[in-house]
DNA sequence: TCAATACATCGACGAACATCGATGCCCGAA
DNA sequence: TTCGGGCATCGATGTTCGTCGATGTATTGA
Protein backbone atom coordinates (compact mmCIF):
# COMPACT_ATOMS: atom_id res chain seq x y z
CA UNK A 1 0.00 0.00 0.00
CA UNK A 2 2.76 2.59 0.19
CA UNK A 3 2.40 4.77 2.93
CA UNK A 4 4.22 7.40 4.19
CA UNK A 5 4.56 9.26 7.63
CA UNK A 6 2.46 11.84 8.58
CA UNK A 7 4.40 14.85 8.80
CA UNK A 8 3.47 18.71 8.81
CA UNK A 9 3.10 19.49 4.53
CA UNK A 10 0.91 22.63 4.14
CA UNK A 11 -0.74 25.72 5.50
CA UNK A 12 -4.39 25.65 7.02
CA UNK A 13 -7.16 24.71 4.31
CA UNK A 14 -8.87 27.63 4.87
CA UNK A 15 -5.49 29.91 4.54
CA UNK A 16 -4.19 29.60 1.46
CA UNK A 17 -5.18 27.05 -2.20
CA UNK A 18 -3.01 23.75 -1.54
CA UNK A 19 -0.02 22.83 -4.31
CA UNK A 20 -0.82 19.89 -6.02
CA UNK A 21 1.65 18.04 -3.90
CA UNK A 22 0.74 19.57 -0.26
CA UNK A 23 -2.67 18.26 -1.27
CA UNK A 24 -1.52 14.23 -2.40
CA UNK A 25 0.26 14.17 1.25
CA UNK A 26 -2.71 15.52 3.29
CA UNK A 27 -4.71 13.51 1.15
CA UNK A 28 -2.96 10.35 2.32
CA UNK A 29 -3.28 11.33 5.88
CA UNK A 30 -6.54 11.95 6.02
CA UNK A 31 -7.14 8.62 3.63
CA UNK A 32 -5.26 6.62 6.74
CA UNK A 33 -8.30 7.60 9.05
CA UNK A 34 -11.34 7.29 6.27
CA UNK A 35 -11.67 3.85 7.48
CA UNK A 36 -13.95 3.12 10.39
CA UNK A 37 -11.79 0.13 11.52
CA UNK A 38 -8.78 1.88 11.84
CA UNK A 39 -10.25 5.09 13.66
CA UNK A 40 -11.99 2.47 16.36
CA UNK A 41 -8.31 0.70 16.70
CA UNK A 42 -6.39 3.98 17.54
CA UNK A 43 -9.04 5.16 19.68
CA UNK A 44 -8.51 1.42 21.50
CA UNK A 45 -5.01 2.20 22.01
CA UNK A 46 -4.85 6.02 22.47
CA UNK A 47 -7.69 5.16 25.49
CA UNK A 48 -5.91 2.12 26.78
CA UNK A 49 -4.66 1.85 30.38
CA UNK A 50 -1.39 1.95 30.90
CA UNK A 51 -0.89 3.85 27.71
CA UNK A 52 -0.50 0.68 25.67
CA UNK A 53 -2.76 -1.94 24.05
CA UNK A 54 -1.91 -5.70 23.22
CA UNK A 55 -3.03 -6.81 19.77
CA UNK A 56 -4.61 -9.77 21.34
CA UNK A 57 -6.87 -7.59 22.50
CA UNK A 58 -8.34 -5.46 19.49
CA UNK A 59 -9.58 -8.46 17.33
CA UNK A 60 -12.35 -9.27 19.16
CA UNK A 61 -13.73 -5.92 19.91
CA UNK A 62 -13.31 -4.76 16.42
CA UNK A 63 -15.50 -7.97 14.67
CA UNK A 64 -12.62 -8.21 12.14
CA UNK A 65 -10.37 -11.45 11.45
CA UNK A 66 -7.40 -11.58 12.86
CA UNK A 67 -5.39 -10.51 9.08
CA UNK A 68 -7.82 -7.73 9.09
CA UNK A 69 -6.83 -6.01 12.15
CA UNK A 70 -3.08 -6.54 11.47
CA UNK A 71 -3.64 -4.97 8.16
CA UNK A 72 -4.84 -1.83 9.61
CA UNK A 73 -1.79 -1.92 13.04
CA UNK A 74 0.24 -1.53 10.06
CA UNK A 75 -1.27 0.67 8.32
CA UNK A 76 -1.70 3.42 11.36
CA UNK A 77 1.70 2.25 11.84
CA UNK A 78 3.33 3.30 8.86
CA UNK A 79 1.71 6.40 9.05
CA UNK A 80 3.22 6.78 12.17
CA UNK A 81 -0.12 7.64 14.11
CA UNK A 82 0.75 4.86 16.55
CA UNK A 83 4.40 2.54 17.42
CA UNK A 84 4.87 -1.35 17.38
CA UNK A 85 6.75 -2.76 20.77
CA UNK A 86 6.83 -6.61 20.37
CA UNK A 87 7.31 -8.32 23.40
CA UNK A 88 7.80 -12.00 23.92
CA UNK A 89 4.98 -13.62 21.50
CA UNK A 90 2.87 -9.88 21.72
CA UNK A 91 3.16 -6.62 20.06
CA UNK A 92 2.18 -3.78 22.06
CA UNK A 93 1.05 -0.21 20.34
CA UNK A 94 1.25 2.96 21.55
CA UNK A 95 -0.68 6.03 20.34
CA UNK A 96 1.06 9.39 18.87
CA UNK A 97 -1.19 12.09 19.36
CA UNK A 98 1.20 14.16 17.41
CA UNK A 99 0.76 13.36 14.46
CA UNK A 100 -3.12 13.86 15.01
CA UNK A 101 -2.03 17.06 16.01
CA UNK A 102 -0.55 17.77 12.31
CA UNK A 103 -3.73 16.91 10.92
CA UNK A 104 -5.62 19.20 13.39
CA UNK A 105 -3.23 22.02 12.67
CA UNK A 106 -4.27 21.44 8.32
CA UNK A 107 -8.30 22.21 9.32
CA UNK A 108 -7.78 25.27 10.28
CA UNK A 109 -7.21 27.68 13.22
CA UNK A 110 -9.33 28.27 15.76
CA UNK A 111 -12.80 29.44 13.87
CA UNK A 112 -14.42 32.37 15.78
CA UNK A 113 -17.77 31.73 17.74
CA UNK A 114 -19.32 33.74 15.35
CA UNK A 115 -18.96 31.29 12.42
CA UNK A 116 -19.57 28.09 13.97
CA UNK B 1 -22.33 7.97 -3.59
CA UNK B 2 -24.89 8.73 -0.60
CA UNK B 3 -22.60 11.28 1.26
CA UNK B 4 -24.49 12.59 4.31
CA UNK B 5 -23.58 15.97 6.27
CA UNK B 6 -20.75 15.95 8.67
CA UNK B 7 -22.12 16.50 12.22
CA UNK B 8 -20.45 16.21 15.58
CA UNK B 9 -20.60 12.60 15.93
CA UNK B 10 -17.80 11.76 19.14
CA UNK B 11 -15.89 12.55 21.36
CA UNK B 12 -12.28 12.94 21.06
CA UNK B 13 -10.32 10.01 18.96
CA UNK B 14 -7.53 9.85 21.84
CA UNK B 15 -10.77 10.12 24.96
CA UNK B 16 -12.64 7.06 24.76
CA UNK B 17 -12.95 4.21 22.03
CA UNK B 18 -15.44 4.90 19.62
CA UNK B 19 -18.93 2.49 19.17
CA UNK B 20 -19.14 1.11 15.57
CA UNK B 21 -21.72 3.55 14.54
CA UNK B 22 -19.62 6.46 15.56
CA UNK B 23 -16.97 5.22 13.85
CA UNK B 24 -18.54 4.95 10.29
CA UNK B 25 -19.73 8.35 10.49
CA UNK B 26 -16.54 9.82 11.52
CA UNK B 27 -14.62 7.91 8.48
CA UNK B 28 -17.19 8.89 6.37
CA UNK B 29 -16.49 12.55 7.08
CA UNK B 30 -12.74 12.11 6.38
CA UNK B 31 -13.57 10.06 3.59
CA UNK B 32 -14.49 13.36 1.64
CA UNK B 33 -11.16 14.76 3.17
CA UNK B 34 -8.80 12.11 1.42
CA UNK B 35 -8.87 13.46 -1.88
CA UNK B 36 -6.16 15.35 -3.14
CA UNK B 37 -8.93 17.06 -6.02
CA UNK B 38 -11.29 18.21 -3.22
CA UNK B 39 -8.54 19.57 -0.54
CA UNK B 40 -7.69 21.64 -3.63
CA UNK B 41 -10.82 22.67 -4.37
CA UNK B 42 -11.65 23.13 -1.08
CA UNK B 43 -9.17 25.61 -0.51
CA UNK B 44 -9.47 27.31 -3.92
CA UNK B 45 -13.06 28.10 -2.59
CA UNK B 46 -11.93 28.70 1.09
CA UNK B 47 -9.34 31.19 0.17
CA UNK B 48 -10.62 33.27 -2.53
CA UNK B 49 -11.49 36.92 -2.83
CA UNK B 50 -15.14 37.81 -2.15
CA UNK B 51 -15.27 34.67 0.08
CA UNK B 52 -16.72 32.76 -3.13
CA UNK B 53 -15.65 31.33 -6.18
CA UNK B 54 -16.69 30.33 -9.47
CA UNK B 55 -16.77 26.81 -10.91
CA UNK B 56 -15.67 28.39 -13.88
CA UNK B 57 -12.53 29.36 -12.52
CA UNK B 58 -11.89 26.02 -10.76
CA UNK B 59 -11.80 23.47 -13.87
CA UNK B 60 -8.39 24.93 -15.42
CA UNK B 61 -6.35 25.50 -11.99
CA UNK B 62 -7.33 21.72 -10.77
CA UNK B 63 -6.22 20.32 -14.25
CA UNK B 64 -9.07 17.40 -13.86
CA UNK B 65 -12.36 17.64 -16.49
CA UNK B 66 -15.03 19.56 -16.07
CA UNK B 67 -17.71 16.77 -14.91
CA UNK B 68 -14.67 15.54 -12.77
CA UNK B 69 -14.57 19.06 -11.10
CA UNK B 70 -18.36 19.09 -10.85
CA UNK B 71 -18.39 15.75 -9.45
CA UNK B 72 -16.34 16.65 -6.42
CA UNK B 73 -18.15 19.96 -5.55
CA UNK B 74 -20.78 17.64 -5.50
CA UNK B 75 -19.66 15.07 -2.66
CA UNK B 76 -18.11 18.56 -0.55
CA UNK B 77 -21.73 20.34 -1.04
CA UNK B 78 -22.99 17.14 0.58
CA UNK B 79 -21.19 16.68 3.15
CA UNK B 80 -22.23 20.29 4.04
CA UNK B 81 -18.05 21.70 3.44
CA UNK B 82 -19.07 24.02 0.56
CA UNK B 83 -22.83 25.95 -0.40
CA UNK B 84 -23.74 26.40 -3.84
CA UNK B 85 -25.54 29.19 -4.73
CA UNK B 86 -26.48 29.18 -8.91
CA UNK B 87 -26.62 32.85 -10.30
CA UNK B 88 -27.68 33.10 -13.56
CA UNK B 89 -25.60 30.62 -15.79
CA UNK B 90 -22.71 30.08 -13.16
CA UNK B 91 -22.49 28.49 -10.05
CA UNK B 92 -21.22 30.08 -7.22
CA UNK B 93 -19.34 28.52 -4.03
CA UNK B 94 -18.83 29.39 -0.54
CA UNK B 95 -16.54 27.09 2.15
CA UNK B 96 -18.13 26.95 5.56
CA UNK B 97 -15.44 26.54 7.85
CA UNK B 98 -17.79 25.52 10.83
CA UNK B 99 -17.68 21.85 9.48
CA UNK B 100 -14.25 21.10 9.69
CA UNK B 101 -14.24 22.31 13.39
CA UNK B 102 -16.16 19.48 13.86
CA UNK B 103 -13.43 17.32 12.46
CA UNK B 104 -11.09 19.02 14.53
CA UNK B 105 -12.69 18.13 17.80
CA UNK B 106 -12.65 15.15 16.92
CA UNK B 107 -8.84 14.84 16.44
CA UNK B 108 -8.54 15.52 20.42
CA UNK B 109 -7.66 18.66 22.35
CA UNK B 110 -4.96 20.37 22.51
CA UNK B 111 -1.78 18.76 22.73
CA UNK B 112 0.58 19.64 25.28
CA UNK B 113 4.04 21.52 24.12
CA UNK B 114 6.16 18.64 25.71
CA UNK B 115 4.53 15.86 23.54
CA UNK B 116 4.58 17.86 20.48
C1' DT C 1 -36.71 30.92 -31.99
C1' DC C 2 -32.00 29.61 -32.35
C1' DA C 3 -27.25 29.26 -30.98
C1' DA C 4 -23.89 29.30 -27.38
C1' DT C 5 -22.31 28.81 -22.73
C1' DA C 6 -22.11 26.85 -17.91
C1' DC C 7 -22.98 23.12 -15.34
C1' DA C 8 -24.99 18.64 -13.76
C1' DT C 9 -25.93 13.84 -14.79
C1' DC C 10 -25.19 9.35 -16.98
C1' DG C 11 -22.66 5.24 -18.21
C1' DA C 12 -18.51 2.85 -18.40
C1' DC C 13 -13.88 1.71 -17.33
C1' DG C 14 -9.81 0.98 -14.46
C1' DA C 15 -7.35 1.40 -10.21
C1' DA C 16 -7.26 1.28 -5.28
C1' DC C 17 -8.55 -1.01 -1.22
C1' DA C 18 -10.92 -3.72 2.59
C1' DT C 19 -11.47 -8.38 3.74
C1' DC C 20 -10.31 -13.16 4.83
C1' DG C 21 -8.44 -18.06 4.49
C1' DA C 22 -4.08 -20.13 4.21
C1' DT C 23 0.54 -19.96 5.37
C1' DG C 24 5.02 -18.61 7.34
C1' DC C 25 7.80 -16.81 11.14
C1' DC C 26 9.15 -16.13 15.79
C1' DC C 27 9.04 -16.88 20.64
C1' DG C 28 8.27 -19.35 24.98
C1' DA C 29 7.09 -23.58 27.43
C1' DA C 30 7.80 -28.37 28.17
C1' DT D 1 14.20 -30.09 20.11
C1' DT D 2 9.47 -30.14 19.64
C1' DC D 3 4.93 -28.16 20.19
C1' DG D 4 1.62 -24.43 20.43
C1' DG D 5 0.23 -19.76 20.34
C1' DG D 6 0.57 -14.82 18.62
C1' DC D 7 1.09 -12.19 14.74
C1' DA D 8 2.65 -10.72 10.05
C1' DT D 9 2.47 -11.81 5.15
C1' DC D 10 0.56 -13.73 0.91
C1' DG D 11 -2.92 -14.41 -2.65
C1' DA D 12 -7.45 -13.95 -4.16
C1' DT D 13 -11.90 -11.65 -4.36
C1' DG D 14 -15.52 -8.30 -4.33
C1' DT D 15 -16.53 -3.59 -3.78
C1' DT D 16 -15.78 1.27 -3.78
C1' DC D 17 -14.47 5.23 -6.14
C1' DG D 18 -11.96 8.60 -9.26
C1' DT D 19 -12.06 9.74 -13.97
C1' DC D 20 -13.88 11.23 -18.43
C1' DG D 21 -16.62 11.31 -22.91
C1' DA D 22 -21.26 11.86 -24.12
C1' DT D 23 -25.52 13.79 -23.10
C1' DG D 24 -29.12 16.51 -20.75
C1' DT D 25 -30.77 20.99 -18.65
C1' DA D 26 -30.95 25.84 -17.83
C1' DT D 27 -29.89 30.50 -18.93
C1' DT D 28 -28.33 34.29 -21.80
C1' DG D 29 -27.85 36.94 -25.99
C1' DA D 30 -28.91 37.71 -30.79
Known amino acids: ?20 EAA ?3 AAAFKVLADPA ?5 SLIASAGEGEACA ?7 G ?3 PTVSHHLSVLTDAGLVTR ?13 SRLAVLRDALGS ?4 GER
Chains 1, 2 share one sequence.
Open 110 to 113: VVPL
Open 38 to 42: RLRLF
Open 56 to 62: CDLVEPL
Open 1 to 20: MEIKPITACCEPLTDTALTA
Open 85 to 97: EKRGRWAWYRADA
Open 64 to 66: KSQ
Open 24 to 26: DEL
